[in-house]
């Protein structure tokens, strides 16, 4: 295997495994000597790849909205066959691994709210979550006002289940 096949890998393990801690324990209070024993490395290789926790964090952010993204799409796809949010939400919701991606997207957002970088990114994906269901609604037909209510919508009920099922997990972890 070749030196950046390596590279590659161990990033990718590093991604995958600073979500799942993040995910449950919150971005301040993981480590990266807990990251990289979940990814099977020693620190140092953190160190190798990534310049702070931060660094590695937008990668994780990169990549969990990349996957909020692939649910919208399942929602923007729904919005031909329906009219009802609440099932709009359902589509979001059916992506698989919901409390994960809950943990995450409720921390980016508390991340956020400190960190431009994540801000700017979480920005950047909320507009256009919001511009590619206002075009869905379009396309299935409804007129460019009623479409924008509907996007609204589908994304404060979709924000607001994710919240719903952090809490979910907080009561069962209590």
Known sequence: ???????????????????????????ERTT????AAGAGVSKGAVYAHFDSKLDLFLLV???ELAEADRR?????????STTDVTELVGAYLRGGATRQHAGLMAEIWR??????????KIEAQRRARLDRLSAAA?????????????AQ?????????????Q???ARGVA
């Not at 890998?9 to 801690?21: K, M, Q, S």
């Not at 990266?32 to 990251?35: K, R, S």
């Not at 919508?153 to 099922?165: F, P």
Request: charged share 30%; no cysteine; hydrophobic share 55%.
């Open 1 to 27: 295997m070749k030196q950046e096949e390596r590279r590659a890998r161990t990033i990718e393990r590093l991604v995958l495994a600073a979500g799942g801690v993040i995910a449950e324990g919150g971005y």
């Open 32 to 35: 990266l000597e807990t990251i």
């Open 61 to 63: 952010v990169d990549s």
């Open 72 to 80: 919208v799409e399942a929602v923007a796809a729904a919005m031909d």
């Open 111 to 120: 991340v956020a709210s400190a960190e431009p970088a994540v801000r700017h």
């Open 138 to 150: 379009i396309d299935a037909g409804d007129l460019l006002a009623v479409a924008k209510k509907r």
């Open 153 to 165: 919508l589908a994304v404060r009920l979709i924000d607001a289940a994710i919240v719903e099922a």
């Open 167 to 169: 809490l979910e997990a």
